[in-house]
């Protein structure tokens, strides 16, 4: 073969290899999203086989508890402001009532009472900043049970990045919650496969829901979790009017709501 057909060749193979590698490239960038909506999706299936919760009173209550270790510090504003939302539209509606529950630092744990109040609960969470220490899950399910005792509770929603407990000793008092007719809504921030199995169980055992979530999909959480507040809040009808105003993952989970 001549030098100039050699080097026609080299030039031909290269760029198939550029074109590969391409390819390759954006099909692993595509890959997270991909995965992503695959687990807001599958969220959305378990919310919505889910009934309509109703009190004796007419008024829904929901723990939200947070992980406020270290580990969540690079994302902890994002996180504030996404909640805060929730919040808001939790206000709007006038049924649902929301007590906020966290742990931090050696030990540390505290829970609000119970407000109904989208600026009441702003104002408890503008103080609280991350602390380093373990997790304390087991504390935030046995309160979610005495809770629980004391009058209905309508879900209990927990957002944390890791487990650092007894897996076996948090299935069981999840499996006792789900008794109690608690449902526990999940959500990961990243991606660690043994909180990944203990969080899915979690929500299993009490017949809620499990999601994951990162930097990147803030939006869907936001919404997820207005939904979420709405959907326990006034059930079926409520949703309907907050996804005629804000479509998005509300539509979603109110097309596959039977």
């Known amino acids: 073969m001549s030098d100039d057909k050699t080097r026609k060749t080299d030039r031909t193979t290269a760029r198939q290899d550029s074109a590969a590698d391409g390819a390759l490239a954006r099909g692993q960038d595509k890959a997270p999203a991909e995965a992503q909506r695959n687990s807001v999706d599958a969220f959305l299936r378990q919310v919505a086989s889910l009934p309509s919760v109703h009190t004796g009173s007419g008024q829904g209550r929901l723990i939200f508890a947070l992980d406020a270790t270290m580990s969540r510090q690079p994302t ?135 999601c994951r979530f990162d930097a990147g999909s803030a939006k869907q959480l936001r919404e997820l979790l207005a939904a979420v507040a709405v959907y326990a809040a006034g059930g079926r009808r409520a949703l309907q009017d907050f996804s005629r105003k804000r479509g998005g993952e509300a539509i979603k989970l109110l097309g596959q709501i039977k």
Not at 96 to 120: N, P, V
Not at 151 to 162: E, H, M, N, P
Not at 172 to 182: C, D, K, Y
Request: with cysteine; aromatic share 10%.
């Open 76 to 210: 902890w504003d994002q996180a504030m402001d996404i909640q805060v939302q929730m919040f808001n539209e939790a206000d709007s509606l006038g049924g649902l009532k929301i007590q906020l529950a966290y742990f931090r630092g050696f030990g540390e744990f505290y829970a609000t009472s119970w407000l109904a109040r989208s600026s009441d609960m702003v104002g408890q969470m503008s103080g609280v900043r991350c602390r380093g220490g373990q997790t304390q899950i087991e504390r935030v399910l046995r309160h979610a049970q005495a809770e629980a005792k004391a009058a209905k509770v309508a879900a209990l929603v927990y957002v944390g990045d890791c487990v650092e407990e007894d897996a076996d000793l948090l299935c069981r008092l999840a499996g006792e919650l789900g008794i109690q007719g608690v449902r526990a809504f999940v959500f990961q921030e990243g991606n660690r496969p043994d909180a990944m199995a203990t969080f899915s169980e979690i929500a299993r055992l009490t017949g809620g829901a499990y």
